[in-house]
């Protein structure tokens, strides 16, 4: 996954383990699959050939099926479903002579992981009824779970109208349709996602339940998005600007923990603590620290405006103040070469894969314009940042021009 398809979810409270498992062995779905289980037990029991009857794709024999259904009292629909939890939760073992008990999974949290990527595999299929909704499902519990104080109904539709127009290039006729019908397919699909016990309905709202936090929280960590729990979080919240910049260099925290940090501290105070680090710092921690200070508005000008003094941050003090209408120096074109400098030489300092071409695209096209501008850039960085270019930049002439203009600030005296 590429950096620009991460994304970065608010920081939310999970239950413990213990918690989750108890609330686990209450959802619908477990209870109905486990139920299916000791149903499958009692038949095979009674069989002559000491197994449940299936099909050859391992799915319950249909007298079976008809029988489960009206003995449980299941709807018909979801019996697929709770099959494949009960198979891929080993509660049931399916075989060439039929089906059986099975051992179980141990971990009660792997299993309910396993049970949620079941749900969400029989998108494919058909899980909701609603094609659009089956398309949209892990955007739409994404959106769920962004929300701590619960979603309402009517923004959650408004949002895959959109999600559907835009992404799928819906014609006009199809999204009028969609618009009359996407209300009573998203309120039965947000009905089967509580029975599954991802989420909860209250009302017109909806939330993601405990164990749909855990779940979903998952799911998005293996996807490489950044999904804090509010305790990660927390902790480094804690720490000092110079702890905080290390840790997010070293991927340790993210930006939901900047943001936190942020948070907890008076503007100012904040800014003062991060230009003092990017002012005496190397490129990499400058920037990252940069990044930190952008998100902070004009109730830190005053700490910004003392950057301004800084020899190695007044340029990004400048820019700061000026893209929030504030009065600032301007900025020549030589200062645009020194930030194009220091924008590239960290990547010297956090051992960056210099041979990837996404991290050369920082500056896009204005690069080769800039390569000769950085040869006369004040900057204790500039040599090595040409020769990094004239080694590993894949345009060649790009990657000629740098090593040119290292050549000939080798031979200035």
């Known amino acids: 996954m590429a950096d620009s398809d991460v994304l970065t ?6 239950a413990s383990d213990e918690q989750i498992a108890h609330a686990v062995r209450e959802v619908p779905l477990v209870r109905d699959a486990r139920r299916l289980a000791e149903w499958v037990s009692g038949r095979s029991a009674a069989s002559s050939r000491g197994v449940c009857e299936v099909t050859e794709q391992g799915m319950p024999h249909p007298a079976e099926a008809e029988a489960a259904v009206a003995e449980l009292g299941l709807e018909a629909g979801r019996l697929r479903l709770l099959w494949v939890v009960a198979v891929n939760g080993r509660l049931v073992e399916v075989t060439r002579q039929g089906a059986r008990p099975g051992s179980g999974v141990p971990d009660p949290m792997e299993f ?9 595999d029989r998108t494919e299929e058909g899980l909701t009824g609603s094609a659009v909704i089956d398309e949209h499902l892990t955007e739409i519990l994404a959106t769920i779970y962004s929300v701590r104080e619960g979603m309402p109904l009517a923004a959650l539709a408004g949002g895959i109208l959109q999600a559907h127009e835009v ?3 819906a ?39 405990q164990p749909g936090v855990w ?8 996807e490489g998005h950044d999904a804090p729990s509010l305790g990660e979080v927390a902790a480094l919240a804690e720490l000092g600007a110079a702890d905080l ?17 942020l948070e907890r501290r008076v503007p100012e105070d904040a800014a003062r603590e991060l230009i003092k680090i990017a002012a005496s710092g190397n490129a990499a ?15 830190a000008e005053q700490a910004v405006r003392e950057a301004l003094d800084e020899p190695m941050m007044w340029r990004y003090a400048a820019a700061w103040l000026g893209v929030r209408d504030l009065d600032a120096p301007a900025l020549g074109q030589g200062d645009g070469a020194w930030v194009a400098v220091d924008t590239l030489a960290a990547l010297l300092y956090i051992g960056a894969p210099v041979a990837s071409v996404a991290h050369f695209d920082l500056l896009g096209e204005d690069l080769l314009t800039l390569v000769p501008e950085m040869g006369r850039a004040d900057h204790p960085d ?22 040119k203009t290292a050549m000939k600030v080798r031979s200035r005296p």
């Open 167 to 169: 992404g799928c290039e």
């Open 112 to 120: 309910w992981d396993g049970v949620v990527m079941d749900v969400l």
């Open 9 to 14: 979810f608010p920081p939310v409270d999970i």
């Open 171 to 209: 014609r006009p006729a199809d999204l009028r349709r969609l618009r009359m019908t996407l209300p009573g397919e998203l309120a039965a699909a947000m009905a089967l996602l509580e029975y599954c016990g991802l989420v909860e309905l209250t009302g017109e709202l909806v939330r993601l339940t």
């Open 382 to 403: 500039a040599l090595a940042v040409l020769e990094m270019l004239g080694r590993h930049h894949p345009d060649p002439l790009i990657a000629k021009t740098a090593r």
């Open 245 to 261: 910049i290390d840790a997010m260099l070293t991927g340790r925290a993210s930006a939901s923990a900047a943001t936190l940090w």
């Open 215 to 222: 779940a979903v929280r998952r799911d998005l960590l293996r």
């Open 285 to 299: 921690q400058r920037g990252t620290a940069g990044t930190v200070l952008e998100e902070l508005g004009p109730e």
